[in-house]
C-alpha cells in the first residue's frame, strides 16, 4: 500500500501565517503546538498585565520561520472574549501547557469580554502611516456603538484631512479609543502587535526624513501608565534594531538603541527538541491497529540503539521519544533528529521545516508519499537530495558550504554505482554537517539503524578502498574523505609504530624537570635543609 493513502499533512501548518488574516482562524489555534518560548513569553505579558506600573512593551526577536507570528496569532486568541470558540481553543491548549499559568490567565481575563486588539503587518513605508490605518480599521469594531464610531470616524476623517499624519495625532486617536473603551468595564485593556517591525525600521533607515521610528518609543514609555484601558505593545523582529542601524550614522544607532531599550526582548529560537514535537504534530497517519503495531515495534529496536548513543533529544526519555518519533512517520528517526537541526541550520527554521512537509518537489515530503510503500522510510539520504536539489541557494551562501561541496565530490569520485554506495556516503555527510547538536554521529551502531547490516559492512569497506570515506578510531565514527590524498591519522600511526614505547613521564622529566619543595619551616628551626624531589609518573 502507497504512503500517501496512509500520510497526509496538516495544511495549517505548510501556509504561511498572516496576522490580519488569520487573527479569527480556528484551524490555526486549532494547529498551533504551544512550546517553552510560548510559556516564557506568555508568562512574561500576565506578570507584568497584573502591575500598573510596569511596562508592558515587548520585542519578540527570532530569525525568519521561528513561529513569531504563529504565536501572535495564539496570544491574539487567547486574549479575545472568553466566551469565543476561539478563545476557549487556545485556553484549553495552554491548560495542557501549563495548569498554573492557564489559571493566571483565566484570573486575568475574569468577568471580561478580553481585550481590544490591533494587529498590524509589517511593509515597507512609514510606520505612522500604517499604525493609523489599523486603528483606523479598529474603530468598525462592533463593540463600538452607533454613536461611539460616529465620534472616532470624525477624529479619522479630521486627521486624514490634515494630509499630516504623526505620533501625535496617532496618540489622540488612542487615547480617544482608550477613553471609549473605559467606559465599556468589561474590556480588560488594549494590545497592539506589530508584525515584521523590521520593514518599517528598513523603511525609516533608508528615508531618513520619513518613518517616524521615535513612535515606538513613545508608545513603549505609555505602556507603563497607568490606566483603566491600559496600553500592551509586542513587537516582532528577526533582529535587534542595532542591528538594522549597523550601516547608519551614529545618531541614528543612539536613537535606536534607546528605543530598543523601552522594549523587555525575549528570544524566539525554539530548540530542535521543541522543533521536533511541533513536527510529529503535522503529520496526520491513517494506519491500522495491526500497522501501528508493526512499526512501533521496529522504531522502539531504532530508538534503543539511538539512547545507547546518547542521541536521543536532550532530556527526552525513551519512552516520550517512542510517541514523538512514531507520530513523525515515515521519516526514520534519524531523519526526524536532521530535519529540524538542518532548517535551523541552512534554512529558515520551521518554515523550511514545513516546506519539505508540503513539497510536492523531486525528494520532497509529498513526492516520497507518492512512490514509498508501508514501512518504508524516508531516510537521511533522501533529505540530502531535497536540500541540494531544492535548497541549492541557502546550502551555496552557508557556512556549511564546503562540508556540500566536500560530500558531492565524493559522490562525483564514485560515479554510476549502486545506489547503496552513494546513499551511505550522502548519510555520512549529512550526519557531519548537521554536527554535534542533534547528538548523532555516523557511528557504526547509527548507520546500522538505517542500512541493512551485512550490505552496511561491504559497502563500508569499498567506500574505505576507494578512499571516499574514513573511520576515526579516536571518536568511533566514519567521515566523508575530505579531498587528500594523505591520511594524516594513518601517516600518525605508522611513525608511532616506529617510535616503538614511550614513557609520557619520562621525556616530561627530561624536557621540563619539575623543581624541589623545600620544607621550608623545618629547614629554619633545625638549621638542614630538607626537600622533596618531584618528577612525573607514568601512573
Known sequence: MKLKELISINDQYTQSINIERDESSIDRINAYVPTAITKKALASFVDASADEKKQKAWSYIGPYGSGKSFFAVFLNALLSDPKTEATKVAHKK??????????????????????FRILVSGSVEPIEEKLFDAIADSAKNEIFSKADQEILNEKIESIRSSKEINSTNIF????????????????????????????????????KNQGDLFLLQQL???????????????????????????????????EWKKIQGRFNEISFVESPEQSLKI????????????????????????????????????????????????????????????????????????????????????????????????EDNILPHDLFDYFVTNQSSYIADHSSSQQW???SDALHHLGEVDPSLSNLIKTIGLISIVGKRGGLV????????????????????????????????????????????????????????QLGSISAAEELNNLNPLMPIIAKKHSIENGLLRYFEMEYMDE
Request: hydrophobic content about 40%; proline content about 2%.
Open 94 to 115: 495552554l491548560l495542557e501547557l501549563d495548569p498554573k499559568l492557564a489559571n493566571k490567565f483565566s484570573t486575568l481575563l475574569k468577568d471580561s469580554d478580553g481585550f
Open 172 to 207: 489622540q486617536l488612542l487615547e480617544l479609543i482608550q477613553k471609549i473603551l473605559t467606559k465599556k468595564s468589561k474590556i480588560k485593556g488594549l494590545l497592539i502587535v506589530i508584525d515584521e517591525l523590521g520593514k518599517f525600521v528598513q523603511f525609516a533607515g533608508r528615508n
Open 220 to 254: 513603549a514609555e505609555k505602556t507603563a501608565k497607568a490606566s483603566s484601558c491600559q496600553l500592551h505593545l509586542i513587537a516582532m523582529l528577526h533582529q535587534s534594531l542595532d542591528v538594522y542601524a549597523r550601516d547608519l550614522d551614529e545618531e541614528t544607532k543612539n
Open 279 to 374: 513536527l510529529s504534530k503535522a503529520i496526520s497517519q491513517s494506519l491500522s491497529s495491526a500497522q501501528q503495531a508493526k512499526l512501533q515495534k521496529q522504531f522502539l529496536e531504532i530508538l534503543k540503539n539511538l539512547e545507547a548513543q546518547k542521541a536521543l533529544p536532550p532530556g527526552m526519555s525513551l519512552k516520550e521519544s517512542e510517541k514523538i518519533f512514531f507520530d513523525c512517520y515515515p521519516l526514520h528517526p534519524t531523519t526526524a533528529v536532521l530535519l529540524p537541526i538542518l532548517s535551523q541550520k541552512i534554512g529558515q527554521n520551521e518554515r523550511t521545516m514545513f516546506s519539505f512537509l508540503g513539497s510536492q518537489q523531486e525528494y520532497g515530503f509529498i513526492d516520497s508519499l507518492n512512490s514509498l510503500n508501508f
Open 405 to 407: 561541496l566536500e560530500v
Open 442 to 497: 555516523s557511528s557504526s551502531t547509527i548507520l546500522e539503524s538505517i542500512f541493512d547490516k551485512k550490505l552496511l559492512e561491504k559497502n563500508i569497506e569499498i567506500l574505505k578502498n576507494k578512499r571516499l570515506i574514513k573511520y576515526s578510531e579516536f571518536s568511533e565514527t566514519f567521515k566523508v574523505w575530505e579531498g587528500s590524498d594523505i591520511d594524516v591519522e594513518n601517516e600518525l600511526k605508522q611513525e608511532l609504530a
